[in-house]
């Protein structure tokens, strides 16, 4: 009896889930393996994928437009921000888009959850087997030859003809972020003894909050408002550590500032173990709250236990967007190449990105540290754009060095996205560039790309508490959360004052903006057996508009 029931059971469900035929298309595809991986055998069939499905959002363009009314200061509605509610409205599959993937799914005895505030994400467990057919895939096993690491992807899939209008991507597929995770590579060196002294006015030897703050006019009076604060991201299980913040902030910042803390939220079995600290992150911790004295810091830890194919850069977008109060900053100084993310996947996290900004976030990136060669150096014939700092949505900072005056420090990234065309808010910047580049560098990168970095900030020999010593650091990573402490304390200002925090920054920056940023015009950013790019009067792809000053934002800001 028993088995009979099984068995009945059980032709039931293979009568049910026989799929209908569809007729499938090609949807994203890559010609080749990207360079450092090797295919070394097909998946197991029994493999169990967990795969994520973007769904078309219903209104992009709206989404867009909305961000840039609110965030472009000539507009009527500058800083009338988004909430997660209208910004959920813009991003919501259609009803017919949720029905008619689902109903596919249900063909295939598949069920799906629901990832992101808006539902446009959603997640899905299929085996190798039925992947393979559903998405006329060859999920295969590819090895990162430096690592050993491997993951399941294929070079190209397919979704049914008539679901295209509906489904915008599969994801992790084509995809191929280095396993070793996003870290850029900050090189430190272990600080004398002799050299430990606060600058108090000058940055003549290594950089310090006192050296910062005198040469952007940071202050030093603690900000007032709670609801204005930082998160710090975090990635590759690195944590900051208390002890070595206190250290810092009592040897290189002022008495009172040395029992400033930050606050710890968790994702994706992210873990936090402030005795086992990680340079990156104790880099980033200090110099936000050790420089937007007074306001709040959040770190950020992603752990490992994310299926987003992007290093968990896609879960903490959705993450910020399902709160009802979104940060004023989120700065991350942590990236990889452009060419190893699917142009579909970053279509997707641009947009997320595209609607923290609508939410009045200012998303901060490091545009890499391999100058013209990448998030780091290495070989190449063309130059190799970073990502995310081509989506036009994120602000991306580059280094600078020295004082008097600052030079662009020579591995800070830059140059034009191959997935994003040139943003109407730095066009005229842009061919201002490309007028001055004339010829050189002809074919070795895209003239009508989004141009990165944005802005630039001190890179080189940042002294970092760190594991009970002090060390300096160098990198983009220093720069970019030392741009987000200047952002996050204009954003007090302005909340002080009743107004709204400034926001998706770009449009701002390029335009009343501009004026309040120190144009930085030597220096370039060599790699692949060039000179790389030239910083020069006006916007460039090494420095972008230049380093800020601190009075004159607040100024540009309408204070
Ligand atoms: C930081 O945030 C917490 C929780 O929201 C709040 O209680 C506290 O007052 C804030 N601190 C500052 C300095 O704004
Ligand atoms: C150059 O960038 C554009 C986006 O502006 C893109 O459509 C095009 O494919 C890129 N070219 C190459 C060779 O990657």
New binding site residues.
Partial sequence: MLSAGLLALSLLVSALGKPVARSLQVHEARATIPSGFVKTAAASPDTVLSLRLALKNSDTDGLIAALYDVSTPSSANYGQHLSKEEVDAFNAPTKESVDAVNAWLSEYGLSATSISPADDWLAISVPVSKANVMFDADFSIFTHESTGKTSVRTLSYSIPTDLVDHLSLVHPTTTFASPTGPKLPITVKQLSTDARKRQVSSCSSNVDPACLEALYGIPTTP?T??SN?IVVTGYDDQYPSTSDLENFLSSYQSAESSSASYTVVELDGGSYDPSNPGDEADLDIQYTVGLAL?V?VTFFSVGEDTSDGVFGFLDTANYWLGQSTAPSVITTSYGSDESDISVGVFNSLCNAYASLGARGTSVLFASGDGGVSGSQSGSCTDFVPTFPSGCPYVTSVGATQNTGPETAADFSSGGFSNVFGTPSFQSSDVSSYLSYLGTTNQGLYNASGRGFPDVSAQGVDFIIGYEGEFYTVSGTSCASPTFASVIGLVNDRLVAAGKSPLGWLNPFLYSTGKSALTDITSGDNPGCNTNGFTATTGWDPVTGLGTPVFSALLTAAGL
């Fill in positions: 900000a408002e709670a604060y007074g709040n």
